[in-house]
């Protein structure tokens, strides 16, 4: 419930779907079903999203283009390190960054 009382939209979705008091035809309920569930897993794709790094988000909300690079690429230490000059010269790049980027890059033998 929400902090003035009133139920949250998803409370009032469940309830459309769920309640035989409310004059909703099957398809309302249906639609109802749907969006709920539609939502849940939005939820979980931001939470997903979130775990891998939380500047996504903040990219997706901006609408800007990015990209990911999985360290199996051949091109992984270069980019990634092309990254690391520019956010030294910067300034934002930090001892966790550092250790990250270490860690990363290293060869395994």
């Not at 360290?71 to 690391?84: D, N, S, W």
Request: glycine letters at 4%; a negative charge.
């Amino acid at each position: 419930m929400a902090e003035n009382g009133e139920k949250t939209s998803d409370e009032r979705l469940k309830f459309i779907t769920e309640s035989p008091y409310v004059c909703a035809s099957e398809e309302e309920r249906n639609l109802a079903a749907d969006l709920l569930s539609t939502r849940k897993e939005l939820d979980q794709l931001r939470a997903d999203a979130a775990k891998i790094h939380p500047r996504i988000w903040k990219l997706v909300r901006k609408g800007e283009y990015f990209i990911i690079i999985g360290k199996h690429e051949p091109y992984f230490v270069q980019a990634y390190g092309l990254i690391r000059e520019q956010e030294m010269k910067q300034g934002t790049w930090s001892e966790s960054d550092e250790l990250t980027y270490q860690k990363n890059t290293a060869r395994e033998e």
